[in-house]
């Protein structure tokens, strides 16, 4: 089903609104809203109207849903939905809408029985949204009735039960895959024991669904409910308010993604948000799919007045609108005095962040007013029309804002040229030149010497091992260049030849915990060698934030 227009009057926040023109192309639906501004009170109406329609009957608490008491309110008929696909006025079939609050909290949970579980669009699991919502342990023992109805199907006869575990959680467990790259669903465990949701994370085989966070614990509950009752609900309208409860910005956005994705052609899906993750990944789907992603814009909107509002046009000034949406607190709150978009990955896990990261902790000390932030590679941050560089440029207005990128291979011209349009270049290759500076690596060996290196060699002090060290870590470094030159890599490219160099040096100091790879091992040991008074600190320095500053 798809939804073309609704009308409310006298409801809750509303004096008389009018949602209209929603394409039937609409597939996502995304109400954008600060808190307060009536996002949750709309879904109430169509849960209102759903109820009366379907056979449920319409609630009772009128003093819920009336917003004037001196005015006409029937119960049932003060919102007014109209369809695409289905004739106006007609009752409507159970599994037409789907529901679920914001106030989805099932930290743990422990079956003691098991009865007999009916078609879950049969049940009125959602009253208000003002509500509960916990469907976590409901849906394991649905998982469980499929597990027995299963084994015991003659049409299983030839199934094994390793394709028999598959057919039951395999969609669930491929759309968690889907959103996290180290949580998978393994099993459902023992149902009359110690029955519970087990995960495979990180080294652990079995992790217990109640020690997951809550942000895990959230998209988890999503997607399993949505997973599991797709079959019921194949041509409806699901409303979910605020799914990225709980979770940051880079799991919102793949959460709505994968939400997106198993919700069928047929269906529409709204939800409400004020939050950047869900905005961002909205807006690329309907870069993706023009026409499916529909934006509804309740701010600055005075509900006490009659009110009739459509889909959004994702223009720039809109997109900045929404964004302000998303980062208000932030933008007035923790406005940094300069802000410096730099190289780096937002999403997955490989290097997430790592020069923003970097930067950050270097600088922290003498400038704890400026932030650093990952916008995306070298050619996207060079783009004079980046568009989160020029959105957090309306944002933060009293912000400084600058971009900075690695040296990499340009010609001093190129960097004349980018300087001139306010995008900063290092005078080093990249940052991992700086980490393992010669500087930087004298102090690692002498802050990690012990007296037992080297001790069969015959040296006569400690000094004399500590120099010698420093030359063997010389070598380790001079060594690794020279085989990265060698597999066609320029000669100053520390990079290609930081993984050399972190075994080497990890071996001639037989250094324990020190970071499994590299990039570890530069963010967690070399970096804390960058101090301000080393040489290192003040040539980066003065190629990165003096620049800046004096800009």
């Given at each position: 089903?798809?939804?073309?227009?609704?009308?409310?009057?006298?409801?809750?926040?509303?004096?008389?609104?009018?949602?209209?023109?929603?394409?039937?192309?609409?597939?996502?639906?995304?109400?954008?809203?600060?808190?307060?501004?009536?996002?949750?009170?709309?879904?109430?109406?169509?849960?209102?109207?759903?109820?009366?329609?379907?056979?449920?009957?319409?609630?009772?608490?009128?003093?819920?849903?009336?917003?004037?008491?001196?005015?006409?309110?029937?119960?049932?008929?003060?919102?007014?939905?109209?369809?695409?696909?289905?004739?106006?006025?007609?009752?409507?079939?159970?599994?037409?809408?789907?529901?679920?609050?914001?106030?989805?909290?099932?930290?743990?949970?422990?079956?003691?029985?098991?009865?007999?579980?009916?078609?879950?669009?049969?049940?009125?699991?959602?009253?208000?949204?003002?509500?509960?919502?916990?469907?976590?342990?409901?849906?394991?023992?649905?998982?469980?009735?499929?597990?027995?109805?299963?084994?015991?199907?003659?049409?299983?006869?030839?199934?094994?039960?390793?394709?028999?575990?598959?057919?039951?959680?395999?969609?669930?467990?491929?759309?968690?895959?889907?959103?996290?790259?180290?949580?998978?669903?393994?099993?459902?465990?023992?149902?009359?024991?110690?029955?519970?949701?087990?995960?495979?994370?990180?080294?652990?085989?079995?992790?217990?669904?109640?020690?997951?966070?809550?942000?895990?614990?959230?998209?988890?509950?999503?997607?399993?409910?949505?997973?599991?009752?797709?079959?019921?609900?194949?041509?409806?309208?699901?409303?979910?308010?605020?799914?990225?409860?709980?979770?940051?910005?880079?799991?919102?956005?793949?959460?709505?993604?994968?939400?997106?994705?198993?919700?069928?052609?047929?269906?529409?899906?709204?939800?409400t948000t004020h939050s950047l993750g869900v905005m961002r990944m909205a807006?690329?789907?309907?870069?993706?799919?023009?026409?499916?992603?529909?934006?509804?814009?309740?701010?600055?909107?005075?509900?006490?007045?009659?009110?009739?509002?459509?889909?959004?046009?994702?223009?720039?000034?809109?997109?900045?609108?929404?964004?302000?949406?998303?980062?208000?607190?932030?933008?007035?709150?923790?406005?940094?005095?300069?802000?410096?978009?730099?190289?780096?990955n937002i999403n997955g896990r490989k290097r997430k962040n790592f020069d923003?990261?970097?930067?950050?902790?270097?600088?922290?000390?003498?400038?704890?007013?400026?932030?650093?932030?990952?916008?995306?590679?070298?050619?996207?941050?060079?783009?004079?029309?980046?568009?989160?560089?020029?959105?957090?440029?309306?944002?933060?207005?009293?912000?400084?804002?600058?971009?900075?990128?690695?040296?990499?291979?340009?010609?001093?011209?190129?960097?004349?040229?980018?300087?001139?349009?306010?995008?900063?270049?290092?005078?080093?290759?990249?940052?991992?030149?700086?980490?393992?500076?010669?500087?930087?690596?004298?102090?690692l060996v002498i802050d990690k010497y012990r007296p037992d290196l080297l001790?069969?060699?015959?040296?006569?002090?400690?000094?004399?091992?500590?120099?010698?060290?420093?030359?063997?870590?010389?070598?380790?470094?001079?060594?690794?260049?020279?085989?990265?030159?060698?597999?066609?890599?320029?000669?100053?490219?520390?990079?290609?030849?930081?993984?050399?160099?972190?075994?080497?040096?990890?071996?001639?100091?037989?250094?324990?915990?020190?970071?499994?790879?590299?990039?570890?091992?530069?963010?967690?040991?070399?970096?804390?060698?960058?101090?301000?008074?080393?040489?290192?600190?003040?040539?980066?320095?003065?190629?990165?934030?003096?620049?800046?500053?004096?800009?």
């Amino acid at each position: 089903m798809k939804v073309a227009t609704v009308k409310l009057q006298n409801f809750k926040r509303f004096t008389n609104l009018t949602i209209r023109d929603i394409p039937a192309s609409a597939k996502l639906v995304i109400i954008v809203g600060p808190n307060g501004s009536g996002k949750s009170s709309l879904f109430d109406a169509f849960n209102t109207w759903y109820r009366s329609k379907s056979g449920f009957g319409a609630p009772g608490d009128e003093n819920y849903y009336r917003k004037d008491p001196t005015k006409a309110y029937s119960r049932g008929g003060n919102v007014v939905v109209q369809f695409h696909d289905h004739e106006d006025g007609r009752q409507v079939s159970k599994k037409s809408m789907y529901f679920r609050t914001a106030y989805r909290n099932d930290p743990d949970f422990n079956i003691s029985s098991f009865g007999r579980m009916g078609a879950p669009h049969e049940q009125l699991k959602v009253s208000r949204f003002i509500d509960n919502d916990q469907t976590v342990s409901e849906n394991y023992q649905r998982l469980v009735h499929a597990t027995m109805a299963g084994v015991y199907s003659e049409d299983n006869d030839d199934m094994s039960v390793r394709a028999l575990r598959e057919e039951l959680i395999g969609k669930v467990r491929q759309s968690m895959l889907n959103v996290f790259d180290d949580l998978v669903l393994n099993n459902i465990g023992d149902p009359l024991g110690d029955g519970s949701f087990h995960f495979k994370k990180g080294q652990v085989a079995s992790y217990h669904y109640k020690n997951l966070s809550g942000g895990e614990k959230s998209a988890f509950d999503l997607l399993l409910d949505l997973n599991l009752k797709l079959d019921h609900y194949d041509d409806t309208v699901f409303f979910i308010d605020e799914p990225e409860t709980h979770m940051h910005t880079g799991l919102q956005g793949n959460l709505i993604k994968e939400m997106h994705r198993i919700v069928p052609e047929n269906s529409q899906m709204w939800i409400t948000t004020h939050s950047l993750g869900v905005m961002r990944m909205a807006k690329t789907l309907s870069k993706e799919e023009p026409g499916s992603v529909v934006f509804i814009d309740f701010g600055e909107i005075d509900f006490d007045d009659e009110a009739v509002i459509g889909p959004a046009s994702i223009s720039g000034l809109m997109w900045e609108k929404f964004l302000s949406v998303a980062l208000d607190d932030f933008s007035r709150d923790l406005n940094p005095e300069v802000l410096v978009m730099c190289e780096g990955n937002i999403n997955g896990r490989k290097r997430k962040n790592f020069d923003s990261f970097l930067y950050g902790k270097i600088f922290s000390s003498k400038y704890p007013n400026v932030t650093f932030v990952s916008g995306g590679s070298c050619t996207e941050i060079e783009d004079t029309d980046h568009v989160g560089f020029r959105l957090l440029s309306e944002v933060l207005k009293g912000t400084k804002m600058a971009r900075l990128i690695d040296r990499d291979d340009k010609s001093d011209e190129e960097v004349a040229e980018l300087e001139a349009e306010g995008v900063f270049v290092t005078s080093r290759r990249h940052i991992e030149a700086y980490l393992f500076d010669d500087e930087l690596i004298e102090r690692l060996v002498i802050d990690k010497y012990r007296p037992d290196l080297l001790e069969e060699e015959g040296f006569d002090s400690d000094e004399e091992k500590r120099q010698e060290l420093v030359r063997r870590a010389f070598e380790v470094k001079r060594s690794a260049m020279n085989n990265s030159v060698g597999r066609g890599r320029p000669t100053d490219d520390v990079k290609a030849a930081s993984g050399d160099i972190y075994v080497g040096l990890k071996t001639l100091l037989n250094l324990t915990r020190c970071g499994n790879n590299a990039d570890m091992f530069m963010r967690d040991v070399m970096s804390e060698y960058l101090c301000e008074d080393t040489n290192t600190f003040k040539e980066l320095d003065e190629d990165v934030l003096a620049k800046i500053l004096n800009a």
